[in-house]
């Protein structure tokens, strides 16, 4: 099957007026990372997703953060939106469905991926925190609304239980990566899982 055999990789470059980005990402890595996006919680944040999603990541992101941390994150998550869709091609070949229940001490989370280039969040993993250090909470959303845009994932988040803020949002990244490895993992099939022939 020559498009299981295809390298599922991808270099996205973004410059704004806001940002200066540089993102590659091989879906099929050990988990090996360098990000550097200029926002620390962010970088811890990707650097699970990438580890428990067994993905090679690399990011250099600068942005203007003295502003706040509002475009940089949105921008980074369009950059790994756009990767995904771009690594994965037409989407041939793949499980497409992933699904995941993440623990995090008191916290759990399930995440719900469908790779079927209709993009649609549904997000309900509300923290009370309004900051983690220096990171505004209400971005993560901001984030994994721009990776489905760009990515064609509708991808469904709900946090089932859970208290502290930092634990919610790790759940989810933790889950986020292990749903999509999933949904990604190569099947003997060709094109599309879809009786429509293509998504």
Same mark, same amino acid.
């Given at each position: 099957?020559?498009?299981?055999?295809?390298?599922?990789?991808?270099? /996205?470059?973004?410059?704004?007026?806001?940002?200066? #980005? +540089?993102?590659?990402?091989?879906?099929?890595?050990?988990?090996?990372?360098?990000?550097? +996006? %200029? $926002?620390?919680?962010?970088?811890?944040?990707?650097?699970?997703?990438?580890?428990? *999603?067994?993905?090679? =990541?690399? =990011?250099?992101?600068? %942005?203007?953060?003295?502003?706040?941390?509002?475009?940089? $994150?949105?921008? #980074?998550?369009? !950059?790994?939106?756009?990767?995904? *869709?771009?690594?994965?091609?037409?989407? %041939?070949?793949?499980?497409?469905?992933?699904? !995941?229940?993440?623990?995090?001490?008191?916290? =759990? $989370?399930?995440?719900?991926?469908? /790779?079927?280039?209709?993009?649609?969040?549904?997000?309900?993993? %509300?923290?009370?925190?309004?900051?983690?250090?220096?990171?505004?909470?209400?971005?993560?959303?901001?984030?994994?609304?721009?990776?489905?845009?760009?990515?064609?994932?509708?991808?469904?988040?709900?946090?089932?239980?859970?208290?502290?803020?930092?634990?919610? /949002?790790?759940?989810?990244?933790? *889950?986020?990566?292990?749903?999509?490895?999933?949904? !990604?993992?190569? #099947?003997? #099939?060709?094109?599309?899982? +879809?009786?429509?022939?293509? =998504?």
């Amino acid at each position: 099957m020559a498009e299981n055999n295809k390298a599922r990789k991808s270099k /996205i470059q973004r410059k704004t007026a806001e940002t200066d #980005i +540089s993102l590659e990402l091989d879906l099929d890595g050990n988990g090996v990372y360098k990000i550097e +996006s %200029g $926002v620390p919680f962010l970088d811890h944040m990707l650097t699970l997703f990438t580890v428990h *999603g067994f993905f090679d =990541l690399t =990011l250099h992101a600068t %942005g203007d953060t003295a502003v706040d941390d509002h475009h940089t $994150v949105e921008d #980074i998550g369009i !950059c790994l939106g756009k990767a995904i *869709g771009d690594a994965l091609g037409e989407k %041939g070949g793949i499980a497409r469905y992933g699904s !995941c229940y993440l623990p995090m001490d008191e916290t =759990l $989370v399930r995440v719900v991926v469908d /790779i079927s280039n209709r993009p649609y969040l549904h997000y309900e993993a %509300g923290v009370v925190e309004q900051k983690l250090g220096t990171f505004d909470t209400a971005l993560a959303k901001e984030f994994f609304r721009a990776v489905v845009q760009h990515a064609g994932l509708t991808l469904h988040i709900d946090l089932l239980h859970g208290e502290n803020g930092h634990h919610i /949002i790790e759940a989810v990244f933790k *889950g986020f990566g292990r749903t999509l490895r999933g949904a !990604c993992q190569k #099947i003997d #099939i060709e094109g599309a899982l +879809s009786s429509k022939g293509s =998504l």
